[in-house]
């Protein structure tokens, strides 16, 4: 099992970071590389169990099953269903944490998944500093520094 | 039923943090509402279901239980099972989370409690601000203590406050019964260098808080001179004068941890009583000495090193390109000065009395030494400036000085006066000082150690700077202790160069 972490802290509360993670079908809105997403069978994307199908900045095409969201605790947790990127029983959960000192936000962003042996390093940077981290420093200048 | 939810940032990586915080017993070392804390029955401050019973800066006494601790998770949990605040069913917990964004560390502090209803609003603010709150800005001054130092070698020992956790229960070592009869230097009245008298006294047994030292070498400073005249009431007859040594452990009292027997300790601070072959004396003014400093060189550098360091880097930051004037710069002090100053990248200028002081004045960094027997000093600056006079002007003469070190400023320039070897000054003629916006300062160095924390920084730098050759300090004079009066003796005529150190036993 390959575990990828990251974390950040974003100059903004963290309802307002909230408003725009909660939206499972958001992503083009402030991730970079992803160019379009719609939410299968019309379903609402804050409803439990929806899939996300969204496609990248390269074309690739990548499905992803909402498993939980809180708007009590600032979580989400989701499942790859599909998707080009060699990865096997892939599940990531994205968490705000307010940080009361200065009224700012911790956000971190973690996922597990299996892979063929030998790639493991490869996917642990594409995940956390292609995907994770670019998406945190897209947010910050979303929502401030 | 109240929650309470605190977070913050703190600018360092989670495992340092994590350091500080693990410990359940350590809180004492850091939170400034802990005066001190134990844990109760012998258990190791990592053993889950243990309690830690502590006390209060503001009086009255809290037990609270470890739940859960995690290295994983870097968390733990606890209870209040006493306390002196109708804080019931209290249950908290400490998460740290690592930034990977910038090496930074997330500190979440929440608890929940029952509190009757008019007093559920006060203990909110109490326990959110007093005791969270408060405990971040702690550890944030702790950090940035140790920031001084990237080696961390250095412990400042605390009297009942480090963990218990690297000895097993009972393993700190208990006093023995027995006082130590040994020679000391005794002065029992005020006056010249023939009050310091050899005679043999009595060290005893170390009590709570308290550690006794075989001491191996002494630091001889101007400021026992003024004690020895009283002129300061540091030292009151009859008593052991001296403020700096360096020796090895004998015996620890109870509640000392942290620090033990046979470990190298030395110390630069009040209450006197250093010149003595044994000293039984507080554990937490010793400051844990690393390997590269040999006691000779902490005894003959530690007064001097830390007085050096808040001069340059607090009283005054020193910055490349500032014109320094040192007096006496081949003295003790004098020397550190030199070559630390030149070390930040100033141009040092240093008043000495004689030739062989130049030369050697000149050997420790200072680029013109001035022969103020011969020279006016404040006219050799501005020769040497060009008229601009010095940024900053380190002063211990006093009342000989005073006035020209002021004549010797450039505008904005800083006089530090921090003794006064000559007299005492004058009343400073404030408006004066507008001629030239000038400041003055005078720095306590009581000041500058007044908390381990405080003195740990100050040590972190200048071990630090010993370690990397930036300062070097060797004695220049050794005596052995029984003679400390002709020490004093050759102080006072100006026949000492750099540092002075009274030797013990072999």
Redesign the interface.
């Known amino acids: 099992m390959v575990k990828v972490y990251a974390s950040s802290v974003i100059e903004a509360p963290p309802d307002r970071v909230w408003s725009i993670l909660r939206d499972f079908n958001g992503l083009p809105r402030w991730h970079p590389l992803i160019e379009a997403s719609r939410i299968e069978n019309d379903e609402p994307a804050d409803k439990v169990g929806c899939i996300r199908n969204f496609t990248l900045q390269d074309g690739g095409v990548i499905r992803e099953q909402l498993l939980t969201l809180s708007d009590f605790d600032y979580v989400c947790t989701y499942s790859i269903l599909s998707s080009p990127m060699g990865v096997q029983n892939y599940q990531a959960t994205l968490r705000l944490v307010p940080v009361t000192d200065g009224g700012r936000t911790f956000v971190e962003w973690s996922a597990e998944f299996e892979c063929d042996p030998g790639r493991e390093d490869e996917l642990r940077r594409q995940i956390g500093q292609g995907v994770f981290q670019t998406g945190f420093d897209s947010l910050k200048g979303l929502v401030g520094g | 039923m109240p929650k309470i939810?605190?977070?913050?940032?703190i600018d360092a990586a989670v495992d340092e943090v994590w350091g500080l915080l693990r410990d359940f017993n350590g809180h004492d070392r850091w939170h400034p509402a802990v005066a001190f804390s134990e844990i109760e029955g012998g258990k190791y401050p990592d053993q889950v279901g243990c309690v830690r019973n502590f006390r209060l800066r503001g009086g009255g006494t809290i037990r609270e239980q470890l739940l859960a601790l995690s290295d994983s998770a870097r968390s733990f949990t606890y209870c209040i099972l006493d306390a002196p605040l109708p804080l019931y069913d209290y249950v908290a917990s400490v998460a740290l989370?690592?930034?990977?964004?910038?090496g930074?560390t997330?500190w979440?502090w929440r608890c929940e409690f029952d509190a009757p209803a008019e007093r559920a609003a006060e203990l909110v603010r109490l326990v959110g601000e007093d005791i969270y709150?408060a405990g971040?800005a702690a550890i944030r001054s702790v950090l940035s203590g140790q920031a001084a130092s990237s080696a961390g070698t250095v412990r400042v020992a605390r009297a009942r406050s480090e963990a218990v956790a690297a000895a097993s229960p009972g393993a700190v070592v208990g006093p023995t019964a027995d006082a130590i009869s040994a020679g000391a230097i005794v002065v029992h009245e005020y006056g010249g260098p023939e009050v310091l008298r050899w005679e043999t006294v009595s060290a005893p047994p170390p009590g709570r808080g308290e550690v006794r030292l075989r001491q191996t070498a002494v630091g001889v400073n101007y400021i026992d001179v003024y004690c020895r005249e009283g002129r300061f009431d540091l030292l009151v007859p009859p008593g052991v004068p001296g403020m700096e040594a360096a020796g090895v452990v004998l015996d620890a009292g109870p509640e000392v941890y942290g620090i033990g027997p046979g470990d190298r300790v030395g110390y630069a601070c009040p209450p006197v009583g250093a010149y003595a072959e044994v000293r039984t004396m507080p554990a937490d003014l010793l400051v844990v000495l690393p390997d590269g400093v040999s006691d000779e060189v902490a005894a003959a550098g530690l007064l001097k090193g830390i007085t050096a360091e808040f001069l340059l880097h607090r009283v005054h930051p020193v910055k490349s390109g500032d014109v320094v004037l040192v007096h006496a710069a081949a003295g003790g002090v004098g020397l550190l000065l030199c070559q630390w100053a030149r070390a930040l990248g100033a141009t040092v200028i240093g008043t000495v009395g004689s030739a062989e002081k130049a030369a050697l004045a000149r050997a420790n960094g200072c680029a013109y030494p001035v022969l103020y027997r011969e020279q006016d000093f404040a006219d050799a600056v501005m020769d040497i400036t060009g008229g601009q006079g010095a940024d900053v002007v380190y002063d211990a003469v006093g009342r000989d000085t005073f006035e020209k070190s002021c004549a010797a400023l450039a505008v904005h320039g800083h006089l530090v006066s921090y003794g006064q070897a000559s007299g005492d000054l004058e009343p400073v003629d404030v408006g004066g000082l507008a001629s030239k916006s000038a400041t003055v300062s005078r720095p306590n160095y009581g000041h500058f150690i007044a908390t381990p924390q405080a003195l740990r920084a100050i040590t972190d730098r200048l071990f630090e700077a010993l370690r990397t050759g930036t300062i070097h300090v060797e004695p220049r004079q050794r005596y052995p202790l029984a003679e400390a009066a002709r020490a004093h003796r050759d102080l006072e005529s100006r026949k000492t160069m750099g540092a002075t150190i009274l030797t013990v036993g072999g």
Request: glycine share 6%.
């Open positions: 939810f605190k977070s913050t940032v989370k690592p930034v990977t964004d910038g930074r997330l979440t709150e971040f």
